[in-house]
């Protein structure tokens, strides 16, 4: 990925619901860049682009016998992208009724005049 990755990390034990100890657990992945809390067991850790994101995502996390729900979030900038390309799609299927020439209103023939 071109950017930062974040992931969003449920069921963090009380005990351990610092954001020292969350980055502590998670730069054996890769470089931990922010960690913020949302809530006390649950946090949104963002790692350097560097980051192997996938092999983070395929093990089971486990701190102090407590597994971890784990989920890559995705960013706003992705979502900005996935988001244009529906608006063109969008505008594609607008633009099929059209026809060769130019866009008409229905019950007008090529010069605006009915019949055809």
């Known amino acids: 990925m071109a950017g930062e990755q974040t992931i969003f990390v449920s ?11 969350v980055q502590d657990y998670f730069a054996q992945f890769g470089e931990v860049v922010h960690v913020a809390f949302e809530d006390v067991d649950s946090a949104f ?6 980051t192997n994101i996938e092999r983070l995502l395929e093990e089971k996390h ?8 784990v989920t890559l979030i995705e960013s706003p900038k992705r979502r900005k992208v996935d ?7 969008q505008k594609g299927a607008d633009d099929e009724g ?13 010069e605006g005049e009915w019949p055809p």
């Open 11 to 21: 069921g963090i034990p009380d005990s351990l619901s610092s954001e020292g100890n």
């Open 45 to 50: 850790v963002t790692f350097s682009p560097e």
């Open 98 to 110: 059209d026809i060769e020439g130019g866009a008409h209103d229905e019950g007008q023939g090529p």
């Open 62 to 69: 486990v701190m102090e016998e407590n597994p971890l729900a």
């Open 83 to 89: 988001e244009g390309d529906a608006d063109e799609a």
